[in-house]
């Protein structure tokens, strides 16, 4: 069965950085583009990144653009770099499998979704 874990969450302080990493099971990647979507207390889901198959083509809500990047190394494992952390930033953070091409910040472009990760920034 296809999985996606996300790890590399955690406590941080305002202005610092993490790194998440996707991890697939079974080459799940492969093919596919990938994205990252985050949800914070009493709110939706909401885009956050997005990559494509070969890794030309990126894309970025404007909260994090300039301060986050995705990138992806191989078919198995795709990263989100979060630099210059805010409060704001809190939230369980996604990582999703895109296997419908359009627009990167549909949920509904994504067939597969990890569990979650924690990020907490304080001030």
């Known amino acids: 069965q296809e999985q996606l874990m996300e790890s590399g969450g955690g406590a941080a302080q305002s202005g610092d950085s993490l790194t998440l990493s996707c991890i697939s099971s079974?080459?799940?990647?492969?093919?596919?583009?990938a994205g990252w979507f985050r949800q914070a207390p009493g709110k939706g889901r909401e885009f956050v990144a997005g990559?494509?198959?070969?890794?030309?083509?990126t894309e970025y809500s404007e909260s994090v653009k300039r301060r986050f990047t995705i990138s992806r190394t191989d078919a198995n494992i795709i990263y989100l770099q979060m630099n210059s952390l805010k409060p704001e930033d809190t939230a369980v953070y996604y990582c999703?499998?895109?296997?419908?091409?359009?627009?990167?910040?549909?949920?509904?472009?994504?067939?597969?979704w990890g569990q979650g990760i924690q990020v907490t920034v304080s001030s």
């Open positions: 999703a499998r895109r296997n419908i091409r359009g627009r990167y910040d549909q949920s509904t472009n994504y067939d597969l």
């Open positions: 990559i494509s198959w070969t890794g030309k083509s």
């Open positions: 079974g080459r799940a990647f492969s093919g596919y583009g």
